[in-house]
């Protein structure tokens, strides 16, 4: 058997107690696996009187994870404390400066950092290796990275926010409003006091910005992601969804257009037959278009201690193994530059909910609207009476053909001007599924 790997953790928290606990509990198996046993020598956390479900007798502790990393008698570093910078941020560089392997969950850190830090690992001779970082448990990273490497990728989208989906389901099985969701949600621990981070995308958007950079070899660019969150949505809405044979999601999505890749998060409505409307709660979803495979849809646990760390292990398994491939799946002198298609450009199907006044001449703004900006209806429904709405006036539901995301907001502002609606209009976009 080769010598063992030494590992250093910062982080003992619901991610890192668990990875410590089941390397302890699976020590023979995994030695068994990679020839070779695994062995925590350094640890790190705030609190170091906490028991954490692990035996820490023999391990160094840090106060300071910067210092593990830069110190600690260690062969790799996993890095399970979070955040996209700060320490988490300098205890990863420090070690990749040491030409350190690095195993890390954190999205947030390379969403951000991503391509600087591929940079840094490679100059190093080492690299990062971050299965867990995206839809937690499910193996999508080396999916893409491996499974997938002789395909090119026209599309990845998925569920990728466990707290929005749970929300969305419940939202649609109970007919519960979505603030009565989003209470529940925090009680059940799915959701953080500031849900903004879930409910908004912005957890959604960091893991597609790295599912994007795997797809297509591009740098990673978080900040050219569309993003927008669940809040809006009603149960009007999901209801008149599922009259249309539509379910709505949090979808992320990154596809590659004639004009670049396009990157959203966004509530969408999808096919409520495709195989990604099946999946319900805190589930997360990735399907891949690749033109080799066809398409594939990876489900599982996105979050939760034991299937995140499963993911982390695997990469610690890697690391012992010797089997460490290039961060972001390239050499980072070969990322493109990413290459951002605008969101007006987008093309689809549009779901929209207006509350109209009920007078002479509304229907005909709506018409005419629509035809000045060339876009044509499958279909306009009045619907029942909404009392929240507003006295006088009627909620009416259009779908529209395919058309741009540019054409439905000019049909959108006009309509706002015309004075014949009550309140915002509702938008939705509809994906087009198998
Ligand atoms: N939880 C999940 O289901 C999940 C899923 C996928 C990915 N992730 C990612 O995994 C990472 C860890 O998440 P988690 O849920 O395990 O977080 P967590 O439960 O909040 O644990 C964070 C750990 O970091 C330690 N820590 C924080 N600041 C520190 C500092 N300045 N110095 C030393 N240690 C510090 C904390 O110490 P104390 O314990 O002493 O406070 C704690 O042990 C994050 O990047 C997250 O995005 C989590």
């Known amino acids: 058997m080769k010598s063992e790997l030494r590992l250093g953790i910062a982080g003992l928290g619901t991610v890192g107690a668990k990875v410590a606990q089941l390397i302890e509990r699976k020590a023979e198996l995994l030695a ?22 692990f035996d820490a007798d023999g391990m160094a502790w840090f106060d300071n994870p910067v210092e593990l990393a830069e110190k600690g008698e260690i062969d790799a570093f996993v890095e399970l404390i979070g955040g996209s910078d700060g320490v988490a941020r300098q205890a990863v560089e420090a070690a990749l400066r040491r030409g350190i392997p690095v195993v890390t969950a954190n999205k947030a850190l390379l969403a951000h950092h991503g391509v600087a830090l591929a940079r840094l690992a490679a100059e190093n001779d080492t690299e990062i290796l971050f299965e867990a970082a995206v839809a937690g448990g499910i193996p999508v990273i080396k999916t ?17 926010n466990g707290t929005c989906n749970y929300i969305l389901t419940r939202m649609e099985k109970e007919g519960i409003s979505f603030d009565a969701c989003l209470k529940d949600a925090q009680a059940l ?11 908004g995308g912005f957890d959604a958007a960091h893991k597609l910005a790295i599912l994007t950079s795997l797809a297509f070899g591009t740098e990673i ?24 044979g539509y379910r709505i999601k949090l979808l992320a999505v990154a596809l590659r257009t004639d004009s670049g890749i396009e990157q959203r998060v966004h509530p969408a409505m999808i096919p409520a ?47 012992a193994g010797g089997f460490v491939p290039p961060t972001l799946g390239l050499p980072p002198s070969r990322l493109q530059p990413y290459h951002r298609a605008r969101m007006r450009a987008h093309e689809g199907g549009y779901y929209i909910r207006l509350a109209v006044f009920d007078r002479v001449g509304a229907f005909a703004s709506i018409a ?15 619907r029942k009476a909404d009392r ?35 309140g915002e209009p509702q938008m939705i976009r509809i994906e087009d599924l198998d």
């Open 144 to 160: 893409m990275r491996e499974a997938l490497s002789a395909n090119e990728v026209g599309r990845v989208y998925g569920i990728l």
């Open 368 to 382: 005419s609207r629509m035809a000045e900006n060339g876009i044509s209806l499958e279909s306009i429904v009045q």
């Open 221 to 244: 660019s978080l900040e050219s992601i569309f993003i927008e969150g669940i809040s809006k949505i009603t149960i009007a809405d999901i209801v008149a969804a599922a009259e249309l």
């Open 189 to 199: 621990g799915y959701a953080e006091a500031d849900p903004t981070f879930d409910i």
């Open 32 to 53: 068994e696996r990679v020839g070779r046993s695994i062995r925590i020598t350094a640890i790190s956390a705030r609190d170091r009187s906490r028991g954490r479900g």
């Open 388 to 422: 929240k709405a507003g006295e006088g006036t009627a909620p009416v539901v259009l779908v529209t053909h395919d058309t741009t995301e540019a054409a439905i907001r000019a049909a959108l502002d006009g309509l706002s001007r015309d004075g014949h609606l009550s």
């Open 273 to 319: 037959r495709s195989s990604l409307a099946q999946v319900d709660g805190v589930t997360n979803a990735v399907a891949i278009d690749s033109d080799l495979l066809g398409s594939i849809l990876l489900a599982g646990p996105g979050a939760g201690g034991a299937a995140t760390a499963s993911a982390v292990l695997s990469d610690i398994m890697d690391v």
